[in-house]
């Protein structure tokens, strides 16, 4: 007979204590430690939790061995087309048999969408679609709305993963998608759905069943006030991949980002427009975000920054208006406010401009969230344009971090910044004398200006 015992878990990492303690030992956080109802199974149970579910929970699998690594046998398997080329590029190239992929985003980015829409492009395969949050008639209508139609997709609303492991035995699909792993349980931990050991046993199961069988799992995860994915943090170590969408919802791109990935690399994004009809691959999205630039209004700049491994140009907005009030403000929007003060105290100390009783509102447009050093130099120049009521010329573009002597320092992957510059018909850039060192400036179609003082780069621009 199951023994019923009452543990106490750390909401933020998962540790287990037979008693409630202030602090965790593990991760050091306070008073996060709350008491749950757990059942221990048998061994038998607790060696096949998925096929407990299904009409092959009797069969026996043979002991693990180990072996020499010589001995192993690998054949670099074919991945799996999501026919959605941002995606494939944020996992490296497709889906990988029998991985677990891990989705977390804010409330109404768009995360159900998006996996919707992966499951009907992938007409080729048998696509189970598991929603424990949503009907079928809400499911149904948001696929009217993407307006496809997919004769291999299922739809199931349901919470037990042993009834869902066992509809999986039945269907047999190509890929998995569980929407979302909070609201999953598990009888074989007596606790509410969404608490730390009902998490961690769920995904224990959905993983066993992913590379036992090698089906792809797609897991949707809620995710924190502060940002983080929900739940322990042992989530993150169980699956294969992490990916981050984000944005902002009252605006229509979005980025999905990679946070972990075994499988491919790390530094790849995705991008997305939210439309009435779902989400758009954006393939260029320099000039998404640069089209409805002005040439003749002042206080913008173009900067060319990097998003991962893609080289995008952004229009940094700036605004310098006398301070009405005693106190200037400092805004900021898409950009490090405390980086923003830092760039207004060097343009007061070593340029001496007078920004103490002004206000100075800063925004990157589109939308976008950016921390690349290389955008101070734009962010400079668009203050100074803005302060000066002097526009900057339309063909030209900027990127070089700043330091606190004023000094113009050099920054990565120039040669990317520099083709994207070229590949959307700007003149001319400002960047650092010593990233110009080792550069063959000679085959870009383009005008560098090398600076090694911020002063510089401002008398090339306004004179």
């Known amino acids: 007979m199951a023994k019923i015992k009452t543990l106490y878990f750390c909401q933020n990492c998962g540790a287990q204590s037979a008693k409630w303690i202030g602090r965790c030992p593990s991760c050091g956080e306070w008073n996060t430690y709350v008491e749950e109802v757990i059942e221990k199974t048998d061994n038998n149970a607790a060696a096949g939790a998925w096929k407990a579910s299904t009409s092959v929970g009797g069969t026996t699998s043979k002991a693990a061995k180990p072996k020499a690594l010589g001995e192993i046998l690998y054949e670099e398997e074919s991945r799996l087309n999501t026919h959605d080329g941002e995606l494939n590029r944020v996992l490296g190239g497709g889906l990988v048999p029998g991985s677990l992929v891990l989705i977390g985003g804010e409330p109404g980015i768009g995360k159900s969408t998006l996996m919707l829409q992966i499951a009907m ?70 606790a509410g759905a969404g608490s730390v050991s009902q998490v961690r046993e769920c995904t224990t199961e959905l993983l066993k069943y992913a590379k036992e069988t090698g089906v792809p799992v797609l897991l949707i995860g809620h995710i924190t006030k502060d940002g983080s994915i929900a739940g322990p943090k042992i989530l993150e170590h169980m699956v294969d991949t992490v990916l981050q969408f984000e944005g902002d919802r009252h605006l229509s791109y979005r980025i999905l980002r990679t946070i972990k990935n075994r499988f491919g ?167 650092s004398q010593f990233n110009a060192r080792g550069l063959d400036i000679a085959r870009y179609g383009i005008r560098v200006h090398p600076s090694g003082r911020l002063d510089e780069v401002l008398n090339g621009l306004f004179g």
């Not at 190509?174 to 979302?180: H, M």
């Open 121 to 190: 492009h992938m007409g080729n395969l048998r696509i189970l679609y598991v929603s424990g949050e949503e009907s079928e008639q809400q499911i149904k209508m948001r696929a009217e709305r993407l307006g496809q139609q997919h004769p291999g997709l299922y739809i199931l609303t349901e919470t037990s993963t042993q009834n869902i492991f066992r509809q999986i035995d039945q269907l047999q699909p190509n890929v998995v998608v569980i929407d979302s792993i909070q609201t999953l349980h598990s009888s074989l931990v007596e």
């Open 265 to 431: 690399s790390t530094s790849e994004l995705g991008i997305y427009e939210m439309q009435g009809s779902g989400l758009r691959q954006v393939s260029n999205p320099s000039e998404i975000l640069l089209s409805q630039r002005t040439e003749s209004l002042s206080g913008m700049a173009i900067g060319a920054t990097l998003e991962g491994n893609r080289p995008l140009l952004v229009e940094v907005q700036a605004l310098v208006t006398p301070a009405t009030y005693g106190t200037p403000q400092r805004s900021s929007t898409g950009f490090d406010a405390k980086r923003l003060q830092m760039l207004l105290a060097v343009l007061e100390k070593r340029s001496g401009l007078r920004l103490g009783q002004h206000d100075v509102f800063l925004n990157i447009a589109g939308g976008l969230r950016l921390d690349d050093p290389a955008l101070d130099l734009a962010v400079c120049a668009a203050v100074v344009s803005s302060l000066n009521d002097v526009p900057i010329a339309g063909e030209v573009c900027l990127a070089a971090e700043v330091g606190l002597s004023g000094e113009i320092r050099a920054v990565s992957r120039l040669d990317q910044r520099l083709s994207e510059a070229e590949k959307l018909g700007f003149a001319e850039m400002y960047i």
